[in-house]
T-cell receptor, first 111, second 116 residues
Framework: RKEVEQDPGPFNVPEGATVAFNCTYSNSASQSFFWYRQDCRKEPKLLMSVYSSGNEDGRFTAQLNRASQYISLLIRDSKLSDSATYLCVVNEASGTYKYIFGTGTRLKVLA | GAGVSQSPRYKVAKRGQDVALRCDPISGHVSLFWYQQALGQGPEFLTYFQNEAQLDKSGLPSDRFFAERPEGSVSTLKIQRTQQEDSAVYLC??????????????FGPGTRLTVL
């Protein structure tokens, strides 16, 4: 089993739709979680950190479920500009610098 | 302000050639990471520096890969005797803090290496 697993997609959704991605991780000792966004042929950029209590940033909501070892990202009112690959990132264990990236989930928002 | 820069942006090498990839992190950033990203995959950890100290090189695929950061700023990833399977995008990232602090990583644009 991979350490961090994501559905690669693609998810094709119309503008204005709500879409959700899940990511599962295998190491119960992981403590830090992030979602990064990567546009085609560009570098990854931090979208948001994921906190235990869940957090929201505008149209984006991230949640953490430690018991089931997954994190989720919800995008409301999708825009064309949201089209990208969304990378789930988990640290290997508490207090380490080593981050494990998922393969990414591709989102395409259609006009 | 200036972000992370990498050079060259593109490199084509013949199999067996040595290559050197450069990373200029954000000034003052303590941590520096190298990743390898194959097509359709997420970035895979190669190595980590805290200032000039290479604390982890467990992700380097073979002893043909070598990284250094002698003065705690610029870093170079060297690949000796390149093979076709080395073809990938090599990403460098830096972050302000050191070990044990979960932190945003700022990525450079990457070097796309193609080995013929």
């Amino acid at each position: 089993r991979k350490e961090v697993e994501q559905d690669p997609g693609p998810f094709n959704v119309p503008e204005g739709a709500t879409v959700a991605f899940n990511c599962t991780y295998s190491n119960s000792a992981s403590q830090s979680f992030f979602w990064y966004r990567q546009d085609c042929r560009k570098e990854p950029k931090l979208l948001m950190s994921v906190y235990s209590s869940g957090n929201e940033d505008g149209r984006f909501t991230a949640q953490l479920n430690r018991a089931s070892q997954y994190i989720s990202l919800l995008i409301r009112d999708s825009k064309l500009s949201d089209s990208a690959t969304y990378l789930c990132v988990v640290n290997e264990a508490s207090g380490t610098y080593k981050y494990i990236f998922g393969t990414g989930t591709r989102l395409k928002v259609l006009a | 302000g200036a972000g992370v820069s990498q050079s060259p942006r593109y490199k084509v090498a013949k199999r067996g050639q040595d290559v050197a990839l450069r990373c200029d992190p954000i000034s003052g950033h303590v941590s520096l990471f190298w990743y390898q990203q194959a097509l359709g995959q997420g970035p895979e950890f190669l190595t980590y520096f805290q200032n000039e100290a290479q604390l982890d090189k467990s992700g380097l695929p073979s002893d043909r890969f070598f990284a250094e950061r002698p003065e705690g700023s610029v870093s170079t990833l060297k690949i000796q005797r390149t093979q076709q399977e080395d073809s990938a995008v090599y990403l460098c990232a830096s972050s302000p803090q050191g070990v044990a602090v979960p932190d945003t990583q700022y990525f450079g644009p990457g070097t796309r290496l193609t080995v013929l």
